[in-house]
């Protein structure tokens, strides 16, 4: 996800009005003292205030609706971010852009009119610190909403690069049956790893080419390795957003681990996913023996499998066909 962070107040004021003197600057030398000084300041006054307005308005007008993202994005967002706190911050930065705005056009056309005649030199820089003033006071007032926002952005930034509308297979199984090492067979480049906000050891993302086009797979450590029984609300939203990926399941079956509770992870998995397809991968077959082996396909029986295990490719072999 591509956002950008905006300043912080005093950054933003040394910012604007660090360009506003040079601009100034730059002013040529008129006719009187008091059109130099009056053309210095308009230039300051107007340079500044379009900085600020440009940073404070883009920020607003970048950021995306959320009911107009594709429903995984927008379920990770409102559970991720408080968006109602967000918006809030979100219009009054664009609330202050406007009444700068405003000052700025007050300012410049009460200098731009202003006759010389006594004290008029006065005036002048009275009526620029009074916009520096204002304009300051604005901004600063802005700090808790610019936290509130760079906060979320932060969070906004991690999220997965999927594309929503493409197939996708989602590896599940319990803890260490072997889901990473099957996903780093199976994807034709070294998945992308990130500990996104929904769980803290991340999700693997890789992709591999079915007759030159790309195919997603993700590893989701943290979500889909447990009863949904044993799960925090974070979690269980974030799973819920999983919902609207259209795709497969790959669960990983470790036939050196209970059976009885991978079959019950299997079966609630199920009934949360009942959209999408099953694949049954019985791993690390090379470290059990027969006797074993058939146990535990009789336990899968009926199930879409594939076995798995040291110097076998059978599953990407599958999934190519």
Do not use: C, W
């Not at 297979?169 to 260490?176: K, R, V, W």
């Not at 959209?275 to 690390?284: E, L, M, P, T, Y």
């Amino acid at each position: 996800m591509n956002f950008k962070t905006i300043d912080t107040p005093d950054k933003l004021l040394d910012a604007a009005f660090g360009r506003a003197r040079k601009s100034a600057a730059l002013v040529k030398k008129q006719k009187t003292n008091f059109y130099t000084i009056k053309g210095k300041e308009i230039t300051k006054i107007d340079v500044s205030a379009e900085f600020l307005i440009e940073k404070l308005s883009g920020i607003v007008q970048e950021f995306p609706s959320v009911n107009k993202l594709p429903p995984f994005y927008e379920d990770l967002f409102t559970f991720i971010v408080d968006i109602n706190v967000l918006k809030k911050s979100l219009s009054s930065i664009s609330s202050v852009s406007k009444v700068i705005k405003n000052i700025r056009r007050e300012k410049i056309v009460f200098l731009k009119e202003l006759p010389f005649e006594k004290d008029s030199i006065k005036k002048v820089k009275k009526t620029s610190n009074e916009y520096f003033g204002r304009v300051s006071s604005l901004v600063k007032s802005l700090k808790n909403d610019i936290d509130v926002y760079n906060t979320a952005i932060k969070k906004l930034k991690e999220l997965p690069s999927i594309k929503t509308s493409e197939e996708v297979y989602l590896i599940a199984g319990l803890p260490n049956v072997g889901k990473s090492t099957l996903l780093s067979k199976i994807t034709d480049s070294k998945p992308k790893i990130a500990a996104y906000p929904f769980t803290t050891k991340g999700l693997n993302v890789g992709i591999f080419f079915k007759k030159y086009s790309p195919i997603q797979v993700i590893d989701t450590p943290g979500l889909l390795d447990r009863p949904l029984g044993e799960r925090n609300r974070i979690e269980l939203k974030a799973i819920s957003a999983f919902q609207h990926l259209k795709g497969t399941i790959i669960f990983v079956v470790d036939p050196s681990q209970e059976l009885k509770e991978q079959k019950n992870l299997l079966i609630e998995l199920k009934k949360l996913f009942s959209d999408k397809g099953f694949i049954i991968v019985i791993n690390k077959t090379d470290l059990i023996n027969k006797e074993k082996m058939d146990l535990v396909l009789k336990e899968f029986s009926g199930q879409y499998v594939v076995i798995e295990g040291n110097e076998l490719n059978n599953l990407k072999e599958e999934l190519l066909k």
